[in-house]
């Protein structure tokens, strides 16, 4: 069957040509303001990251400035649309946004990572007339996180013209009550919203189409609405569920992620009047207290690191291309879950979930009320901070997180919803006599975190009763003792892998996963070998800005990935232990008898006469190390000790390689060090050639330097300078260093370790895009691109 032709709803990428000021414009909510001198830009945007870094702001964001800025957006709508509604969608604004339009005020909203919208149907001009939209964002108070947040209108806005008799925002739920082999049942609520001033009727039309894009169910409802003058707030609204029933449906999952969707019409009169499409996966997602996590009746260990919203360079606002190449990197290594640390994601990044494979904790909240320490000049340094999200969360918490419930429920990539992160940390706010002789009498009591939470479990169950709801404690023994732990359908267990048997033990029917883990090999083996444990998330996936000690210092370097996403040697080691790809990896460093882990650096330059430990990662059955070609020795995988091979070797200069064998010694994989001669030339190897002239299409450059034989210079830090020139914009440059207080967005920046990354971005113009880089002393190099 064909689909139905497309309604008349304007769905509009509301994200070029705002002007955007720093600092307080008492009038700049006025359509007479004048704006002529303010800068124009593209959203998303995030001031923040603009610098400059200083000492005196906050480590806990970064050394990051915030203050107050102003964005103001001039529009016009076609005088054909006029008796519609007009509607305006936030992602996310960081933070106390408030909103006007043509100088009335139509919203505020405190935290920064909800996302939210607004009716501007009264207020609005259409034909010739200038509209003009005002966000105030106020991030004055910049030590307000424990983590880099960024300031301003970082995710992607949208305009919405719609019939008055309309679908609400994220009004399509659907879900599967019933997953079979031969047969699936989908169910579609769907809210129906009208601001006309009389009660109406219609027919609600919904499609399933399959992922090869034909119509395998149809459903047609009756409904009626009532007059908007009936309702408190001027819209009133209903609601309409539908049955289908799918044959022999295709399930999502993360080697096979078919998606279908949605296609709901509203029909008036004969025409249609408005139209929705839906995406969602068919999957059975279930946890069980003995067994683990099952997705689609088999078991699966959740393989999950943590990921805070920053992309290091480019800060918080993050271009769906840049979330790609991250998530990508990470599927890689044998990672297939994401845990959003600690807030709801850019919806962008649950997109890419479901279509990419991952498996997603939806995390809503780092603080309850009172706040947590926000540390200013260092983690656990001096005098913190206590402000922040905690001073909105009695007024906003349910509204928040019932917000994110409704945008991402349809997401077949989210198995959990998190109502907040180690909210009972021992002492950081809440105490109880359990702790012991850590107890704090003056602290607030811990059984004050079940009255702050239930509220929250019991807005998610009134949304979503299909995923379990579950946080990440990190006191789970206080937890137990005041009730938390009873709310929760799922309890997850921040670096707490010693008490998985004890707690399974005497809670034989809670679900136990591992919401917080380090990377030592010890922590895995306690989830592979416990079969009644689903998972781990390991901290973290990628390094991350903030959560920083003393300046220089703004970023916090747990990540597998550093700031620009190139892999660390740990990365190698998950990659090992997680991957079913043959793979090997070689690091290095000094000496060290007698040492368990490692702590290798990806070089094979070292002084004379050095002893070296040479670290070995590898997932198949043995591997052969050679130095020059000649053979240094073969181990089996099975000597592993804590996962990981290891040779006692002096340090001469050449290649050093690894290659890994099967059992009857054919080889699988192989890695090579290569001892680097002095600094010579830059290389540019961009992760693309031809980018789309959408204003959004990203490009990824690694610079490094090269000795004359192309072999990387492991300790090279020169300075490039970049000229762009085309059709693009620099997004951000970055070199991965923890310490580094550059300028991002300036043509200037060190290279560290060797290498370093910059993120170029479309115009709408097509055209050639030249990149020269250049320093004193190296040969300078060119990548020439195509937008069109």
Known sequence: ??????????????????????????????????????????????????????????????????????????????????????????????????????????????????????????????????????????????????????????????????????????????????????????????????????????????????????????????????????ARNGVSNCALTQKLVLKNPQLWNLNDTRLYRTVSQLVFGGQVIDEVPTEFGIREARFDANKGFL?????????????????????????????ERRLRELKDIGVNAIRTSHNPPDPELLNLCDQLGFLVMDEAFDEFTPGKNKWVRGVNVGEPSRFGYAESFAQWSVTDISDMVRRDRNHPCVILWSIGNEIDFANDPFSDPVLGGNYHHENPPATDLVKCAAPLVAAVKSLDRTRPVTAALAAVRMSNVVGLSDLLDAVGYNYQEDRYSIDHAKFPQRIIYGSENSQRYEAWRAVQTNSFISGQFLWTGIDYLGEANAWPNRANGAGLFDLCGFKKPVAWFRQSLWSDQPMVYLCAAASSAGGQGFGGAESWNWPAKSTMSVFCFANCPEVTLTLNHDVIGTKKLAEAKHGVLRWEIPFTPG??????????????????????????????????????????????????????????????????????????????????????????????????????????????????????????????????????
Request: aromatic share 8%; proline share 5%.
């Open 295 to 323: 997705l689609n009746g088999k078991n699966l260990k959740i393989k999950g690191v943590c990921l805070h919203h920053d992309a290091g360079p480019i800060g918080a606002a993050v271009p769906a291309g840049v979330l």
């Open 655 to 788: 290649t050093l390689r690894a290659i890994a064998k099967d059992d009857n010694g054919q080889p699988l994989a192989t890695y090579s060090l290569q001892t680097a001669g002095t600094p010579s030339r830059i290389e540019l190897v961009p992760d693309r050639l031809k980018l789309r002239a959408d204003g959004k299409d990203v490009c990824h450059v690694e610079f490094r330097i090269e000795d004359a034989r192309g072999v990387l210079v492991p300790d090279a830090a020169p300075e490039l300078t970049f000229c762009l020139a085309g059709p693009a914009r620099i997004l951000g440059i970055g070199n991965g260093d923890l310490n580094s207080v550059e300028d991002c967005k300036a043509g200037i920046h060190r290279a560290f370790q060797g290498r370093g990354l910059a993120i170029m971005s479309a115009t709408t113009t097509s055209g050639d895009i030249t990149l020269l880089a250049s320093s004193p002393g190296l040969n300078s190099a060119t990548v020439v691109l195509q937008s069109r």
């Open 1 to 230: 069957m064909p689909l139905r032709l497309p309604a008349a709803r304007v769905n509009e990428d509301f994200d070029a040509d705002w002007l955007f000021n720093r600092g307080e414009f008492t009038s700049a909510m006025m359509t007479t303001f004048d704006d002529r001198a303010w800068r124009m830009l593209n959203l998303p945007h995030d001031w923040s990251s603009d610098g400059p870094f200083n000492a005196n702001f906050a480590s806990g964001t970064g050394y990051a400035p915030g203050g107050i800025g102003w964005y103001r957006k001039h529009f016009l709508l076609d005088t054909n649309q006029s008796g519609n509604s007009v509607a305006i969608e936030f992602d996310g604004v960081y933070d106390w946004s408030e909103v006007w339009i043509n100088a009335h005020f139509i919203g505020s909203r405190p935290y920064g990572y909800s996302s939210f919208g607004y009716d501007l149907t009264p207020y609005v001009h259409f034909g010739a007339g200038d509209n003009v939209i005002a966000v105030r964002v106020d991030h004055s108070r910049l030590a307000d996180s424990r983590y880099y947040s960024g300031s301003g209108i970082y995710r992607n806005v949208r305009l919405v013209v719609a019939d008055k008799l309309h679908i609400a925002n994220w009004g399509v739920c659907v879900t599967t009550p019933r997953v079979e082999t031969d047969s699936a049942e989908v169910q579609v609520e769907t809210t129906i919203e009208n601001s006309h001033d009389k009660k109406e009727s219609f027919w609600l039309d919904t499609d399933v189409v399959s992922p090869n894009g034909t119509i395998v169910a149809s459903a047609r409802t009756r409904g009626n609405i009532a007059a908007a003058s009936l």
